[in-house]
């Protein structure tokens, strides 16, 4: 995350599209796709999915491992950073992109894996946005988010373990890095 863009957000809300247009304007690339990977492994290895849905796709870092991994694969992401879907569509240009605030979503694209990756932290009300995501899931949904980590005016939510254990996930605590661990919380959800 850049200084200049922090500083500019520094005192409101960091949780808005203008904050993460301004981002991605800046800092198009990314990690590489790290907590995504990690997300994934955690998956069975069996596991081939028909569609993904990616929640807070940002600039497309997950559709674009997805892709890599299951040719056949049906790719939709939905974010409310017009400038993240941008770069996203220009790596994944077969994927269904909506520009979507989430909160304000009834209902999100069936998927047989959803996935929802450094994105909770920022969510207001993340009950909420579990329940939409378990309505729109028939196979896994996979979670990433840090683990105690600073609350800021970006990252307003810090979760514990319990918090995914009590919805019925499996979560593993992995190192990221200086000190810093995340959270793996996946669930498998069947319909008949
Ligand atoms: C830290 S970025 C992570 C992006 C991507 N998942 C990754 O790991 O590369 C958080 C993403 O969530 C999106 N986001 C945050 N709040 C959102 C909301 N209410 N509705 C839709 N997208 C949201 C942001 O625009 C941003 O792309």
Same mark, same amino acid.
């Given at each position: 995350?850049?200084?200049?863009?922090?500083?500019?957000?520094?005192?409101?809300?960091?949780?808005?599209?203008?904050? @993460?247009? +301004?981002?991605?304007? #800046?800092?198009? &690339?990314?990690?590489?796709?790290?907590?995504?990977?990690?997300? *994934? $492994?955690?998956?069975?290895?069996?596991?081939?999915?028909?569609?993904?849905?990616?929640?807070?796709?940002?600039?497309?870092?997950?559709?674009?491992?997805?892709?890599?991994?299951?040719?056949?694969?049906?790719?939709?992401?939905?974010? @409310?950073? +017009?400038?993240?879907? #941008?770069?996203? &569509?220009?790596?994944?240009?077969?994927?269904?992109?909506?520009? *979507? $605030?989430?909160?304000?979503?009834?209902?999100?694209?069936?998927?047989?894996?959803?996935?929802?990756?450094?994105?909770?932290?920022?969510?207001?009300?993340?009950?909420?946005?579990?329940?939409?995501?378990?309505?729109?899931?028939?196979? @896994?949904?996979?979670?990433?988010?840090?683990?105690?980590?600073?609350?800021?005016?970006?990252?307003?939510?810090?979760?514990?373990?319990?918090?995914?254990?009590?919805?019925?996930?499996?979560?593993?605590?992995?190192?990221?890095?200086?000190?810093?661990?995340?959270?793996?919380?996946?669930?498998?959800?069947?319909?008949?």
């Amino acid at each position: 995350m850049s200084k200049r863009v922090i500083e500019t957000f520094r005192g409101k809300n960091g949780n808005t599209s203008e904050y @993460f247009n +301004a981002h991605f304007e #800046k800092e198009p &690339g990314g990690d590489g796709g790290w907590f995504y990977n990690i997300g *994934l $492994d955690a998956l069975p290895e069996t596991f081939v999915p028909k569609a993904v849905l990616d929640v807070g796709c940002g600039p497309g870092k997950g559709l674009r491992i997805c892709a890599q991994k299951w040719s056949r694969v049906k790719l939709y992401g939905v974010d @409310f950073s +017009a400038a993240a879907l #941008k770069i996203c &569509g220009s790596h994944v240009p077969h994927a269904d992109l909506t520009n *979507l $605030d989430v909160r304000e979503a009834k209902e999100l694209h069936a998927a047989n894996l959803v996935m929802c990756v450094a994105t909770m932290e920022h969510i207001k009300n993340p009950s909420t946005l579990i329940r939409k995501m378990e309505a729109a899931t028939y196979g @896994f949904l996979m979670v990433v988010t840090p683990f105690n980590w600073a609350i800021n005016t970006i990252h307003i939510n810090s979760f514990q373990p319990e918090w995914f254990e009590k919805r019925g996930f499996t979560v593993q605590v992995i190192p990221f890095r200086d000190e810093k661990k995340v959270l793996v919380c996946t669930k498998e959800i069947r319909r008949k």
